[in-house]
């Protein structure tokens, strides 16, 4: 099968893991004579260029069609480099906090604690204080009671790409992770 390089070393190594658990000696001198082409991805993740995250942006900001805790949660990736689960996973304290220091602090993926300036994003973190009734960020985004954070999750994704359609950018090629890229 036409599978990915990187997909292809992941499958070698679990074989080869398994060969030596079950101390197959024949399985694993076998699986030592396979050769893999370089882990390079198949097609390379590209960041946005600088007028189309300027344009991002500009469309975020004035975007009608989008909630204003849509707006907030696509402004806080666009101009930090936030991934999108440490945005929805925001607390009102933290957020609050982060205004009233200057500096948000925030547990993000891996349980590492990371602080960031709020100077970009404090009028996206004033659009979300705003807002009443609500303990962390995807309860804002979305009205599902249960898997709210992973129907957030899709919402943001969902309105990225609607942004990303009216700048010009193919829907396929808009997706949260690419703003972290960018800011990166």
């Given at each position: 099968r036409k599978l990915a390089p990187k997909t292809l070393r992941r499958t070698l190594a679990s074989l080869r893991a398994w060969a030596k658990y079950s101390s197959n000696e024949d399985l694993t001198r076998q699986l030592s004579d396979i050769r893999l082409p370089p882990?390079?991805?198949?097609?390379?993740?590209?960041?946005?260029?600088?007028?189309?995250?300027?344009?991002?942006?500009?469309?975020?900001?004035?975007?009608?069609?989008?909630?204003?805790?849509?707006?907030?949660v696509l402004g806080i990736m666009a101009?930090?480099?936030?991934?999108?689960?440490?945005?929805?996973?925001?607390?009102?304290?933290?957020?609050?906090?982060?205004?009233?220091?200057?500096?948000?602090?925030?547990v993000a993926k891996g349980r590492k604690n990371i602080e960031i300036g709020i100077k970009p994003i404090?009028?996206?973190?004033?659009?979300?204080?705003?807002r009443e009734n609500w303990e962390r960020v995807h309860d804002l985004v979305s009205t599902r009671a249960k898997q709210r954070q992973s129907s957030a999750s899709q919402q943001i994704s969902r309105a990225i790409k609607e942004v990303g359609v009216k700048i010009g950018i193919p829907a396929n090629e808009c997706y949260p992770h690419r703003l972290r890229r960018t800011f990166a």
């Open positions: 882990p390079n991805r198949k097609v390379a993740k590209l960041p946005l260029t600088k007028q189309e995250w300027a344009d991002m942006i500009v469309e975020i900001d004035r975007a009608e069609y989008l909630s204003p805790a849509e707006r907030a101009c930090s480099g936030m991934r999108i689960g440490d945005v929805l996973r925001l607390t009102r304290d933290e957020v609050s906090r982060g205004l009233a220091v200057g500096a948000l602090v925030y404090k009028q996206y973190l004033n659009m979300l204080i705003l």
